[in-house]
């Protein structure tokens, strides 16, 4: 690997993970679907004496409220920034607007927003919301201008658009600072088009290094023909870590039986359940393309456990020790990755220990090259599968 960096490195990279309600887990389900306060509140002063800066309150029918624990996450922690994964079927775009701005001023500028257009037709059913995907796209791209112009009018404005209708509003009530990040998650074409167009951010789940790149380049291009500036990229890993590569690699496949097993029995409570067939949303879709090619991809990057969940939610994994791991993630950086979601399977402690160990080395790797202009030793130092003859099921013991 040459010494210089990509063109394509981010320099500024911040860290990401989701924030869990109660202690269940993919590998431990507890049957209660809850809110576990002292849990709660113990996970997300973790995450932020672990040095994260932001956490995902995640969305779903059957989900806690993602506003009302972002607006807990705020009164909980100083520094970590709460980012809401909000549905656009859910709520008036202006009462949104109203809610954010609310939680940006509780929380001094702390507060993210998340779109999710919706990527089963079935979910989105549960709480009234019949447009097929291409409208609901559609209706987020509306939602997103009508968002900012409800934190920047400087007068009353109307609207008659395609979804929604309005006379007179505002002005609404502002946020903290001059806005709130916007950030699209989605694979559609759709989701594209206004990610590239709209957000401020534009989120994947992990995929092999090539793939991601041209991802990254597509939204890139739809950036730059709109004259706008380029979404940041945020990418998310579930990593499976130990001491040596070997017992990392022992552990993913003693995790994803644990987790399949977990999945067959449909003991676990997921926020956005996709069911066994075939998921509609391509982002599922093409986790699912990807671990039938190949289990191993890059350094690290580990697809068993996508194919065990049937790619519900985040679920491709990192696999190896922590420089190991955080190798792997700064080959996304160098791609251009510049937010970095992590979250193990054994939720709350892996979060403790990411901290501790990869989110330094991360950091560390950063700090180097910002200093001397050259990349450090961390990818070369620690291979993982790029190693000559490597063989992940080997390693594990298993073959
Ligand atoms: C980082 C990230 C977080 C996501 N969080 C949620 C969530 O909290 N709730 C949800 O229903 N979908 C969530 N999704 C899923 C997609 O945004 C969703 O399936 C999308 O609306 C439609 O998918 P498609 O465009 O890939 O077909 C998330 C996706 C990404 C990449």
């Not at 519900?312 to 922590?322: H, K, N, Q, R, Y």
């Not at 950086?333 to 990411?354: F, K, M, N, W």
Request: proline fraction near 6%; avoid cysteine.
């Amino acid at each position: 690997m040459s010494p210089s960096i990509p063109d394509t490195a981010s320099r500024r990279v911040e860290f990401i993970s989701l924030s869990h309600l109660n202690p269940s887990t993919e590998l431990e389900p507890v049957a209660s679907r809850g809110i576990d306060l002292p849990y709660f509140r113990r996970y997300v002063r973790t995450l932020e004496e672990a040095g994260y800066d932001y956490t995902l309150l995640p969305y779903g029918s059957g989900s806690a409220d993602s506003f009302v624990v972002a607006s807990a996450v705020g009164q909980l922690t100083e520094r970590i920034r709460p980012i809401v994964a909000v549905r656009p079927n859910t709520a008036f775009p202006l009462v949104v607007a109203q809610q954010l701005a609310t939680l940006d001023q509780l929380t001094e500028g702390r507060a993210v927003v998340h779109l999710i257009s919706g990527g089963n037709d079935a979910e989105q059913a549960r709480q009234g919301d019949y447009l097929p995907k291409a409208k609901r796209y559609a209706r987020t791209s509306e939602f997103v201008d009508l968002l900012r112009r409800a934190w920047t009018e400087e007068q009353a404005f109307s609207h008659a658009g395609e979804f929604y209708r309005f006379d007179d509003f505002g002005p609404g009530f502002r946020p903290y600072g001059d806005t709130i990040p916007i950030s699209i998650g989605g694979q559609s074409d759709e989701a594209f088009e206004i990610g590239g167009r709209q957000a401020d951010v534009f989120s994947f789940w992990g995929e092999p290094l090539a793939d991601i790149r041209a991802q990254i380049e597509r939204v890139h291009a739809i950036a730059d023909a709109a004259g706008r500036p380029r979404p940041r990229i945020w990418v998310t890993f579930r990593p499976i870590v130990d001491r040596t590569d070997e017992l990392a690699w022992r552990k993913a496949y003693e995790y994803a039986e644990q987790i399949g097993r977990t999945f067959e029995r449909a003991a676990y409570g997921k926020q956005y359940l996709v069911g066994k067939g075939t998921p509609q949303n391509v982002g599922s879709q093409r986790a699912l393309e990807f671990a039938a090619r190949s289990e191993v991809y890059d350094r690290a990057l580990w697809t068993r456990t996508a194919a065990v969940t049937n790619a519900g939610g985040a679920s491709t994994a990192l696999v190896g020790t922590p420089e190991t791991v955080a190798a792997a993630i700064v080959d996304y950086i160098d791609v251009g990755a510049d937010l970095v979601s992590i979250r193990g399977y054994d939720t709350l402690a892996d979060a403790r220990e990411y901290g501790r160990t990869v989110l330094p080395l991360v950091r560390q790797e950063l700090a180097h090259r910002e200093a001397t202009g050259q990349r450090g030793s961390l990818q070369a130092e620690h291979p993982g599968a790029f190693a000559p003859g490597f063989d992940a099921d080997a390693l594990a013991g298993v073959r």
